[in-house]
């Protein structure tokens, strides 16, 4: 049995300071036992969502806060910022009018490509994105049909 953990990064409005998270989470992926594909695709989503995010953030004092934690059957990761409420990130890619203004790497196809649940919050001037990603019971290298690479 793996021991839990959970990292939390303040990322300063600075898009050169993502890599750090896409390492972290490449971190928790691995150990988590994601094969290198869908561990290499949750990297880059993850590090596409930041980069889209930090844009949005209220003020240059002001920046994203990361939270990685794996559980027994799962992954999470949070992307916080404050600011306005906006569509969550990848969402947009469902109205076709506001993707087309933002011009976003990250798609909602993609997203769901990448993780198994994703969750939004917006409240009290807070912008929560929430990624899940489910573990496979067992740790063999096989795929199994419709489990996204877990």
Same mark, same amino acid.
């Given at each position: 049995?793996?021991?839990?953990?959970?990292?939390?990064?303040?990322?300063? *409005?600075?898009? $050169? !300071?993502?890599?750090?998270?896409?390492?972290?989470?490449?971190? =928790?992926?691995?150990? #988590?036992? !994601?094969?290198?594909?869908?561990?290499?695709?949750?990297?880059?989503?993850?590090? /596409?969502?930041?980069?889209? %995010?930090?844009?949005?953030?209220?003020?240059?004092?002001?920046?994203?806060?990361?939270?990685?934690? /794996? =559980?027994? /059957?799962?992954?999470?990761?949070?992307?916080?910022?404050?600011? #306005? #409420?906006?569509?969550? !990130?990848?969402?947009?890619? =469902?109205? *076709?009018? =506001? #993707?087309?203004?933002?011009n976003v790497r990250v798609t &909602?196809?993609?997203?769901?490509?990448?993780?198994? $649940?994703?969750?939004? /919050?917006?409240? @009290? &001037?807070?912008?929560? %994105?929430?990624?899940?990603?489910?573990?496979?019971?067992?740790?063999?290298?096989?795929? +199994?049909?419709? +489990? @996204?690479?877990?």
């Amino acid at each position: 049995m793996r021991e839990h953990s959970r990292t939390r990064v303040h990322l300063s *409005p600075d898009a $050169r !300071l993502v890599a750090a998270v896409g390492g972290a989470v490449a971190h =928790f992926a691995a150990r #988590a036992g !994601l094969e290198d594909g869908a561990c290499h695709l949750l990297t880059e989503v993850l590090e /596409d969502l930041c980069y889209q %995010t930090l844009p949005l953030v209220q003020g240059k004092a002001d920046g994203l806060d990361v939270a990685i934690e /794996d =559980f027994e /059957d799962r992954l999470e990761i949070v992307v916080e910022h404050h600011g #306005a #409420a906006q569509p969550s !990130l990848g969402m947009e890619s =469902f109205i *076709p009018e =506001f #993707a087309r203004q933002l011009n976003v790497r990250v798609t &909602g196809a993609r997203l769901m490509l990448s993780v198994d $649940r994703i969750e939004y /919050d917006a409240s @009290n &001037g807070s912008i929560r %994105t929430t990624l899940v990603k489910y573990l496979r019971s067992g740790r063999s290298s096989g795929t +199994t049909a419709g +489990t @996204n690479g877990r």
